[in-house]
């Protein structure tokens, strides 16, 4: 088992096309008032400004895999019903959190308090947009890292979604990871804190089942309605 790393990021490009999508915005057949361009583009602006991209991540090994259980070598037993299928047979996997802070969620609060939910909406969109952007980039980059040594790695799979109901499994994963140590802390029911957090895990190995290209969005039930999944991000 490897000691857990520590990897910041910088602030994704993200364009107005992208963010009027994070918001369900749609411009195809009539254009946004200039003012509402405007207005966004303030706000994307501000949203960079005061994003912090930092990931922590550990590999850990596979022991072995159950009916709805992974097993991994010194750390807790993870529970879902797709685990098995997508990581019982990868050799050992990456244990993944990442955040991009809380200063975003304290100005859209501020923004609220003031009566500027418009403003305190478009913000909180871009703060999700850009997570999902920043956590596609640093798993990547991740990958790089294993397909360097030829060594393949699955699609990476987050607890809480349709398909992982267990939020106990957050909790698992972020205690193990020391999650405190960039910024992640949890509340009595399993949720992250700051808001703009995540939690995966992904397969390392050489004989890795083939899922033809699909990703966790294609397990999840509102694959047909997510609004970071018409972005292309398969991170979030």
């Not at 890292?145 to 939020?167: I, V």
């Not at 499994?169 to 992250?192: H, P, Q, Y």
Request: proline content about 4%; glycine content about 8%.
């Amino acid at each position: 088992m490897t000691e857990a790393r520590v990897l910041e990021g910088i602030a994704p490009e993200v364009t107005l096309q992208e963010l009027f999508a994070s918001q369900g915005a749609d411009y195809s057949r009539r254009a946004p008032r200039q003012e509402m361009v405007d207005l966004n583009l303030r706000l994307l602006e501000e949203a960079k400004e005061l994003i912090r991209p930092v990931v922590i991540w550990q590999e850990v090994k596979v022991m072995g895999a159950g009916e709805r259980e992974l097993y991994l070598e010194n750390a807790p037993t993870l529970k879902g019903q797709l685990l098995p299928k997508v990581l019982g047979s990868a050799d050992r996997v990456i244990l993944f959190a990442m955040t991009i802070g809380d200063v975003i969620d304290q100005r859209v609060k501020n923004y609220i308090n003031k009566g500027q939910t418009l403003e305190a909406f478009i913000l909180d969109s871009a703060g999700s947009v850009m997570m999902a952007k920043a956590a596609t980039t640093m798993m990547t980059e991740i990958e790089g890292t294993y397909k360097a040594k030829n060594l393949s790695t699955t699609f990476p799979l987050g607890p809480g979604h349709s398909y992982w109901k267990g939020l106990e499994d957050v909790r698992s994963i972020i205690s193990f990871l020391k999650g405190e140590r960039i910024g992640i802390s949890l509340t009595a029911s399993n949720l992250m804190l700051p808001k703009k957090s995540i939690a995966m895990v992904m397969g390392i190995g050489s004989n890795l089942p083939d899922f033809g290209g699909k990703t966790h969005c294609d397990f999840c039930h509102l694959k047909g309605s997510c609004t970071m999944r018409n972005l292309g991000s398969d991170n979030c």
